[in-house]
């Protein structure tokens, strides 16, 4: 028997063994790098029962500050050990850099050794023992001494701060005005328990991953993944993902980070990372799609056309926009008339036959071009504007020359002019938000067919079909048949509403919410048809180990506040001060309200009737 809780200021554990019980507590304290665990043993049999418990310690501590351009952290792992036999604890020192690592446990174990702290439990039936363990690492050994010593005897006292402090955090994220957050988000009143579970886990995935560490040479940021993987990286795409969140939770946040990487070469990296700001890893084909959709949501959501007048890096905010709009032409390497983006690193990484001229980020393209023209015409560029619309519409029919008929699937066109079917939820997804509005009905429901028959599971779902032939290339669970990313069925949840298919939507958002039971969702999940689901009924989280390398939590969780703003609530915010809304409740609490809506200054509420101002 194994059980967990995950809580935003606790992991609570439980396990069975061998007639003893074993429940733990974690928590991680605000404003210094400590971990505390209060480990509670209890002898569940019968009988007194003697055990011995061994806590292996080990240390890794270094002090890095040049780019962590790599998925692991960097670490040392031949720290000099000492035995500090008063605190029945064993500092950890890296030899190479000033760099500590405090740690032990209170009550006193029996017996210290440089790797392992041993106790000796003699228990009665029903008797408990309760170990407090402590991580402290600093930068000197005095201030590791000082967080270790103020954890390891105080644990509930620390215990309860740390609530206190998320449940302010919690609190202030929902309240106009607060001092946390330069925005806020609309607050969700509804009896519908799913529906409430999808949204308050998409706002946990922001306050998961926001990072106030005074390391960071930007203050607050948003990183992309934890625990294991790029701990200080921000990737371009994910944020992209949150972006409609982001703009109302921390709307001056997500401009810092605009800006940020305005500044920096985007068709060389995927993002960046906080401790220096340097650039990280290959570019991704998602970009220009990520900075037009990103600035997108800042716009409509604050009203701050200003900013576009802003000169970032010697050049206006506008004038970048437009690049990355028409930067698809320069990707038109094949003549074809699309962008080729490349091979499988730059694109989704385990699908090696998705690569070139593919047809979600061509769509993007059109979503780009007629945004950036939007912003034009506003602005009293109306020629400039009407070609770019142009060019969209051209575009729009060329990308539509690469759907299969009768399949509901699309096709990437190779350099050569030959073609390569791909069963992948991306399509899918990306093309019904993006140029919906083109596709004809028999198109879309054929592409709904393929969806509820080939990727679609009752709590989660499969990136890549199993009838594609690219089964074999990999068993990633972000994209490819044995599960799917952590923001793609929230992009297949818009997309269902786009195509008309609200009732299939909300239906779904049943099962989704099981898988959103085990905190926040993963970078992937297994679809249950892979791996057997938890023992609750959701889709597994993948473990982050080899083949399968996906990290425990990703910040486009946040990517699942939009089905229920802009789909549930139907709320079409245009860029220009003007919010409707048209309802698809359909099955929905018929009583549900979106309070607090902020919108160009101006607060709205939302229920099945529409939006009016508060």
């Known amino acids: 028997m194994v059980e967990f809780v995950w809580q935003p200021d606790r992991v609570e554990r439980r396990a069975r063994y061998r007639g003893l019980e074993l429940s733990s507590v974690t928590i991680v304290p605000f404003k210094q790098m400590s971990v505390a665990v209060s480990l509670t043993i209890e002898n569940k049999q019968g009988v007194r029962r003697k055990t011995e418990i061994k806590l292996a310690l080990n240390g890794g501590v270094t002090k890095s500050v040049t780019p962590w351009n790599a998925a692991y952290s960097p670490g040392e792992f031949d720290n000099a050990r000492t035995v500090d036999r008063d605190r029945g604890a064993v500092m950890c020192k890296s030899i190479r850099t000033e760099a500590y690592s405090l740690q032990g446990t209170w009550p006193l174990a029996a017996e210290v050794f440089p790797s392992w702290l041993i106790y000796r439990f003699d228990l009665a039936p029903g008797e408990k023992r309760t170990i407090t363990f402590v991580n402290a690492l600093a930068g000197n050994a005095d201030e590791a001494r000082r967080h270790y010593d103020a954890l390891v005897r105080n644990f509930e006292a620390v215990a309860m701060q740390v609530r206190d402090e998320w449940n302010a955090e919690l609190k202030a994220a929902f309240t106009p005005g607060n001092n946390r957050f330069s925005g806020y988000v609309p607050t969700l009143v509804t009896s519908d328990e799913s529906v409430r579970r999808l949204y308050h886990s998409a706002v946990m995935s922001a ?26 990286t921000t990737f371009l795409w994910d944020i992209s993902l949150s972006a409609m969140l982001l703009a109302s939770l921390d709307p001056l946040i997500l401009r810092r980070m605009i800006e940020t990487w305005m500044q920096l070469d985007i068709y060389q990296h995927f993002g960046t990372e906080y401790l220096t700001g340097s650039g990280v890893g290959p570019w991704y084909s998602v970009n220009d799609f990520a900075m037009c959709r990103m600035a997108r949501e800042y716009l409509r959501w604050t009203g701050d056309d200003a900013w576009l007048d802003k000169e970032v890096g010697g050049e206006k905010v506008v004038d970048r926009l437009v690049t990355y709009a028409e930067h698809w032409r320069k990707l038109d390497t094949n003549k074809h008339g699309l962008a080729d983006y490349g091979g499988v690193s730059n694109l989704l990484e385990a699908v090696s036959s998705y690569v070139h001229e593919v047809a ?7 979503y780009n071009l007629r945004f950036v023209a939007d912003v034009l015409e506003h602005r009293g560029a109306s020629a400039k504007a009407e070609t770019m619309r142009s060019d969209a519409q051209q575009l729009s029919r060329r990308v539509l020359e690469l759907y299969v008929p009768g399949k509901g699937i699309w096709r990437c066109r190779l350099p050569d002019g030959s073609m390569n079917e791909v069963h992948h939820c991306y399509d899918f997804g990306t093309v019904l938000i993006t140029i919906g509005d083109t596709l004809s009905k028999q198109t879309k429901a054929e592409m709904v067919h393929f969806f509820r028959d080939e990727l679609q599971t009752p709590v989660w779902m499969r990136a890549l079909s199993t009838r594609d032939l690219d089964v074999t290339f990999s068993i990633r669970p972000d994209h490819q048949w044995t599960g799917a990313y952590t923001a793609w069925p929230a992009l297949a949840l818009s997309a269902l509403y786009v195509a008309g298919e609200g009732d299939v939507a909300f239906k779904w958002i049943r099962g989704l919410a099981e898988t959103a039971r085990q905190g926040p969702i993963a970078q992937a999940h297994f679809a249950e048809t892979a791996v057997a689901p938890e023992a609750g009924g959701g889709a597994r989280k993948a473990p982050s180990d080899q083949p399968y390398i996906n990290d425990w939590a990703c910040v486009s969780g946040c990517a699942y506040l939009e089905p229920v703003v802009e789909n549930l609530f139907g709320i079409q915010a245009d860029l220009f001060g003007t919010i409707k809304a048209r309802p698809a409740f359909g099955m929905f609490d018929a009583r549900a309200e979106l309070r607090n809506i902020n919108y160009q200054g101006k607060t709205y509420t939302a229920t099945k009737q529409g939006i009016k101002l508060a």
């Open 360 to 366: 979600g980020l061509n769509a993007a393209n059109v």
């Open 207 to 232: 306050l998961f991953f926001r990072r106030t560490t005074p390391h960071s040479v930007y203050g607050t940021t948003y990183v992309t993944l934890a625990p294991r993987y790029w701990e200080t």
